[in-house]
T-cell receptor, first 113, second 115 residues
Framework: GAVVSQHPSRVICKSGTSVKIECRSL??????MFWYRQFPKKSLMLMAT?????????EQGVEKDKFLINHASLTLSTLTVTSAHPEDSSFYICSASSNYGYTFGSGTRLTVV | AQKVTQAQTEISVVEKEDVTLDCVYE???????LFWYKQPPSGELVFLIRRNSFDEQNEISGRYSWNFQKSTSSFNFTITASQVVDSAVYFCALSPNTGFQKLVFGTGTRLLVSP
């Protein structure tokens, strides 16, 4: 079945540094990738939608300069949290859309200290 | 606008009890998909079911069953003879139209099954 590999699964970084999260579709072409953020005991909040080769569409209230999304190929999308701060600590999860439905990555738990 | 409501924030049951998780949705689309996902403590989302808005047949998969009623805009999920391994957060979600656009998630129901 369709698999999306998300890395890293956990990352701890210092305030002010940038962190890159990768999502790769292993056996299918992900024409659209969705990036979600989840706070503890909360639901998944859509941050942005990216289509291969074009700029991402960000949801209202999401800082596009802080959360850089790149979808350069049909199998790779990245989310970079720039100048991370403790309030960016969260669980980030990607989801690839294809003709078969949605495939989620396993998530990245980001802790900014 | 699309909206998914899961009114039950947390449910606690004892093993072997049956439990129903409620999901009510709002959409103006005539065609849409409904989903249920399970999120265990490890965090990954486990796909449970996808239902097309045209198909109102109830579905059973092992101990899991789903009741889809368009008349009440509900898509409820029942676990029969619950087990400790069923403990997780369960999310109901709506895809606004066929073509797999962005998913709208409910707030989730945390299910705790005690031995």
């Amino acid at each position: 079945g369709a698999v999306v590999s998300q890395h890293p699964s956990r990352v701890i970084c210092k305030s002010g540094t940038s962190v890159k999260i990768e999502c790769r579709s292993l056996d299918f072409q992900a024409t659209t990738m969705f990036w979600y953020r989840q706070f503890p005991k909360k639901s998944l909040m859509l941050m942005a939608t990216s289509n291969e080769g074009s700029k991402a569409t960000y949801e209202q209230g999401v800082e596009k300069d802080k959360f850089l999304i790149n979808h350069a190929s049909l199998t790779l999308s990245t989310l970079t949290v720039t100048s991370a701060h403790p309030e960016d600590s969260s669980f980030y999860i990607c989801s690839a859309s294809s003709n078969y439905g949605y495939t989620f990555g396993s998530g990245t738990r980001l802790t900014v200290v | 606008a699309q909206k998914v409501t899961q009114a039950q924030t947390e449910i606690s049951v004892v093993e072997k009890e049956d439990v129903t998780l409620d999901c009510v949705y709002e959409t103006r689309d005539t065609t849409y998909y409904l989903f249920w996902y399970k999120q265990p403590p490890s965090g990954e989302l486990v796909f449970l079911i996808r239902r097309n808005s045209f198909d109102e047949q109830n579905e059973i998969s092992g101990r899991y069953s789903w009741n889809f009623q368009k008349s009440t805009s509900s898509f409820n999920f029942t676990i029969t003879a619950s087990q400790v391994v069923d403990s997780a957060v369960y999310f109901c979600a709506l895809s606004p139209n066929t073509g797999f656009q962005k998913l709208v998630f409910g707030t989730g129901t945390r299910l705790l099954v005690s031995p």
